[in-house]
């Protein structure tokens, strides 16, 4: 079992740009949550992802997206890149009828210069 | 959600217990005590869960107080690999996966 993974592992951006995230979840689980996770921070809730919608949001601005594809992997999107935006995004997995705990993959490193 | 507090660092040395506090003095009924922890450079990892009794599970076990207002991660015997940053998370079932994290606890483990 792969566990959940998550690509690239390190991104450098300057601020204005553009950056897609990926995350493939566990095997067996439906449901993604994108999580932000600044230096010396614990994870911040993004949003989750369920059938293909997004379920639950937490207080980001809208130029953070997702998506969820048939395969349940999933993708952050984030535009118009901020400083602020420099962090960890994590991506975490669990099934959704069994209200599981959730798996987190390792995450994707951005750098925003 | 309701707020938790932890210590922001702890000390212990490797093969002694270790106890992590947690008060959460506004829990509601519904809400589950959730632990997890952090290794340097990776995601979050689930520890253990409960709602009013103790648990006990392969990496440890949860004490929680009889007024829910506080509970105890114990380690049985602490190793360097348990050396991480300690998450305690209430999680209310009507939230979903939804893990609202504190700044938790900053835990070394001296050799």
Redesign the interface.
Known sequence: DAG?TQSPTHLIKTRGQQVTLRCSPKSGHD?V?W?QQAL??????IF?YYEEEE??R?NFPDRFSGHQFPNYSSELNVNALLLGDSALY?C?S?R?RA?E???????TRLLVL | DAKTTQPNSMESNEEEPVHLPCNHSTISGTDYI?WYRQLP??????VI?GLTSNVNNRMASLAIAEDRKSSTLILHRATLRDAA?Y?CILRR?T??????????TQLTVNP
Do not use: D, N, W
């Open positions: 959940v449901t949550s999580y010396g921070q614990g994870p911040q809730f989750q379920r639950q937490g994590l975490a669990s959704r209200r705990t959730q798996y987190f993959g390792p995450g | 959730h450079s990776q995601g979050p990892e689930y869960h940053v998450y079932e939230s979903g996966s939804r893990l609202t994290f504190g700044e938790g």
